[in-house]
């Protein structure tokens, strides 16, 4: 029997003043994803003639059973640092930078209610907002132009009392021996990998089990999202 995901919830264009913005819902896991195109790149990038994505991730206090301050003063956590890496490096695999030109795609996940897997939904429904955001800018010119080369999606898996379980919410996440994200494109390119023991190791063959069932769940959110574009999925 197929490995199944939490149940998912797509709504595309929750705002209005953002040309990618989709609301992402996976079990009891909720999302904001914005994406917003910059006519600039980073100093570093300037005359280079490629662009750049980058990636903001919050949690508002509210998301969790206890209420989470708010980063003041530009203090900004190490998970939270590590979370927006891993959405820009995972959008970042997908896109061509020299298409997309000196311009600057910015993504913003804002986890509205939070019950495991945060990080991978955020990826998941950021590539949504970035499709419909580029969209809006190369709708109407040649597919040879489309900065996009594939789709991408991320999925939690790990081992629960002893047993390989897909797309963890947080009850299973707390109790997990080992503990992985796994991001990859539609094609079935592997784009970051992050596993650990959690005071637990694991072996050949449990890596195997875990890899194994994070691509049916990977499959299954590519198909969700494919659905949910439409017209708008240029990559078959």
């Known amino acids: 029997m197929a490995a199944t995901i939490r149940p998912v919830k797509v709504k595309r264009k929750f ?26 790149v980073p100093p570093w990038l300037k005359g280079g003639g490629q662009g750049w994505i980058t990636a903001e991730y919050s949690m508002l206090p509210s998301s969790t059973s206890t209420r989470k301050g708010r ?25 061509d930078l ?3 030109g000196e311009r ?28 419909d955001a580029l969209h809006a800018e ?30 963890l919410d947080y009850i299973k996440d707390v109790a997990a021996e080992v503990d992985m994200n796994v991001v990859m494109t539609g094609k079935g390119k592997f784009v970051e990998l992050q596993g650990t023991g959690e005071e637990a190791t694991f072996d050949d063959e449990q890596l195997a089990q875990l890899i194994s069932k994070a691509k049916q ?18 990559f078959d």
């Open 71 to 95: 980063d003041r003063g530009g203090k900004i956590d190490g998970r939270t640092t590590e979370i927006q890496r891993l959405i820009g490096r995972s959008l970042r695999a997908i896109v």
């Open 15 to 40: 705002t209005q003043h953002a040309p990618g913005s989709v609301l992402y819902q996976c079990g009891n896991t909720i999302v904001l994803c914005t994406a917003m195109i910059e006519e600039q």
């Open 217 to 234: 769940g990977i499959k299954q959110l590519t198909q969700i999202q494919r659905e949910t574009l439409g017209k708008l999925w240029k």
């Open 104 to 131: 600057t795609i910015a993504i913003d996940c804002d986890v509205l209610q939070a019950d495991g897997g945060t990080r991978t939904a955020s990826i998941t429904g950021a590539f949504m907002a970035l499709v």
């Open 98 to 100: 020299k298409k997309l």
């Open 138 to 167: 190369y709708g109407k010119k040649p597919l040879a132009e489309y900065p996009l080369v594939d789709s991408v999606a991320a999925i939690s898996v790990g081992i629960v009392d002893g047993k390989v379980e897909l797309d």
